[in-house]
Nanobody, 123 residues
Framework: QVQLVESGGGLVQPGGSLRLSCVAS????????MGWYRQAPGKERELVAT???????NYADSVKGRFTISRDNSKNTVYLQMNSLKPDDTAVYYC?????????????????WGQGTLVTVSS
């Protein structure tokens, strides 16, 4: 019912910047939270940043001061501006959204994931 499509990953040198985008589409009534997670090789998926509908933000300590999350609610889109990238930031980045959908008189909340986009930080 809801699809998330990420874009913007790629290869960047240490100290460089990238901007990830994620667009949600489908039978969306409202998007409560949008965010980014990442999974490095051999490691578990971890939170990077989230932004709620009301504006509150949450960042992993490892990215505070370097990454910025933003949303364009009119476009059902979330962005992740990543600056001062380090090799440790190399991972597949996944978009996540907590979406309320409406089907007739019923509402349901779906926890939805994108397919992931690879970010490689290397010289």
């Amino acid at each position: 019912q809801v699809q998330l499509v990420e874009s913007g990953g790629g290869l960047v040198q240490p100290g460089g910047s990238l901007r990830l985008s994620c667009v949600a589409s489908g039978s969306i009534f409202t998007i409560n939270v949008m965010g980014w997670y990442r999974q490095a090789p051999g490691k578990e998926r971890e939170l990077v940043a989230t932004k709620a509908n009301g504006g509150s933000e949450n960042y992993a300590d490892s990215v505070k001061g370097r990454f910025t999350i933003s949303r364009d609610n009119s476009k059902n889109t979330v962005y992740l501006q990543m600056n001062s990238l380090k090799p440790d930031d190399t991972a597949v980045y996944y978009c996540n959204a907590l979406v309320t959908v409406r089907s007739g008189v019923w509402f349901d909340t779906l926890d939805t994931w994108g397919q992931g986009t690879l970010v490689t930080v290397s010289s």
